[in-house]
C-alpha cells in the first residue's frame, strides 16, 4: 500500500488524498481552531470487489471525539481503529462512505497512513447450519437455512458455502454471490449482518429437483470479516479450497 500524495507536516484545512489497491482514502480538514479540528474521512472503493465491515487503522494524531457514521472500535493513545456502522457495512466498487469526527489535539498532525484491518476467514467452529423443508411439490420445495451463532462473539459479514442436490430458484434474507453447479455461497444483507452470539438467521429458500431426490445441502462452510492485525488467522485466500468442506455442526432436518 502507497501513499501518492505528499503528507503535509502540519494538517491544515483541506483534502490529503492515499491511494492504496483497492480503495482511496480522503482525509479532509474541516476545520480548525486552538486545540480542535472537525475532520471528515472519504473511503472509495477503487477495486471491483466490495469492501465489506471496512475497519481503519490510523494514528489520528489526538483524541477522536463524536464519531458519526462509524464507531471506535479500539484505540491505543492516539492510534484508533474506526469501524463501519450498521448502515454503510458494504463499499461497492465505484461508491463511497464517510465518517466523520472532531478531532482534540495540540499539534495537529495528518495521519501517515490508513490500513483497512477487515479480513474475511473461514469460521473455526461456533455456528450451527440447519437446512429444513417447510413445503414439498413434485420436483420442487420452499425451505430454510438456518444459521445459529453459538460463540461468544458477533459473526460479521458472514458468507455461507454449501453443496446441494436441487437448484436454488429463489433466496430471501441474503443473496447469492457464488455459484458453479449446484454449489452455491450465500451472503449476509443488512438486515441478517451481523449474527449476535446466541442468535440466528433464516434464510429462506426455494429449489427445484429431481424425480426421486430428496433435497439436501452438505459441505457447509461458513466465512466471517473479522479485524486482524497480524496473520494468526487463515485468510481466505488460496488455501480456501483445502479447508471449504470442512464444517462445523451441520444439521439437516426433513419436514414435508
Known amino acids: 500500500m502507497t501513499v501518492f500524495a505528499a503528507v503535509p507536516v502540519m494538517a491544515q484545512t483541506g483534502v490529503t488524498t492515499y491511494n492504496y489497491e483497492g480503495y482511496k482514502v480522503e482525509y479532509n480538514v474541516q476545520n480548525e481552531w486552538i486545540g480542535f479540528q472537525t475532520i471528515d474521512v ?5 477495486g471491483t470487489e466490495p469492501i465489506i465491515n471496512w475497519a481503519f487503522k490510523y ?4 483524541e477522536i471525539l463524536g464519531v458519526h457514521n462509524g464507531e471506535i472500535f479500539d484505540n491505543n493513545g492516539t492510534a484508533y481503529i474506526i469501524k463501519n456502522a450498521v448502515h454503510n457495512y458494504e463499499i461497492a466498487p465505484n461508491s463511497s462512505v464517510n ?8 499539534n495537529h498532525v495528518a495521519p501517515e497512513k490508513f490500513e483497512n484491518l477487515a479480513k474475511r476467514v473461514v469460521a473455526d467452529g461456533g455456528y450451527n447450519v440447519e437446512f429444513e423443508i417447510s413445503s414439498l411439490f413434485d420436483t420442487s ?9 453459538t460463540s461468544g462473539s458477533a459473526l460479521e459479514a458472514w458468507e455461507l458455502s454449501f453443496d446441494s442436490n436441487f437448484t436454488v430458484s429463489n433466496l430471501w434474507n441474503g443473496k447469492i454471490v457464488g455459484n458453479e453447479g449446484n454449489s452455491y455461497t450465500v451472503a449476509s444483507q443488512m438486515s ?5 452470539p446466541g442468535a440466528f438467521v433464516e434464510i429462506g429458500i426455494s429449489g ?3 424425480i426421486g431426490v430428496v433435497p439436501a445441502i452438505e459441505n457447509a462452510s461458513l466465512s466471517v470479516i473479522k479485524i486482524i492485525e497480524s496473520d ?4 481466505i485466500g488460496d488455501a480456501l479450497m483445502e479447508i471449504i468442506n470442512a464444517y ?7 419436514a414435508p
Not at 465518517?99 to 495540540?106: A, N, P, Q, V
Not at 420445495?141 to 451463532?149: A, H, L, Q, R, S
Open 141 to 149: 420445495f420452499n425451505g430454510v437455512i438456518k444459521i445459529t451463532n
Open 99 to 106: 465518517f466523520g469526527y472532531t478531532l482534540k489535539s495540540d
Open 248 to 254: 462445523d455442526g451441520l444439521k439437516i432436518t426433513y
Open 208 to 210: 427445484d429437483f429431481g
Open 192 to 196: 441478517s449482518n451481523p449474527i449476535q
Open 232 to 235: 494468526d488467522e487463515p485468510v
Open 59 to 62: 494514528d489520528a494524531g489526538g
Open 42 to 46: 472519504k473511503v472509495t472503493n477503487t
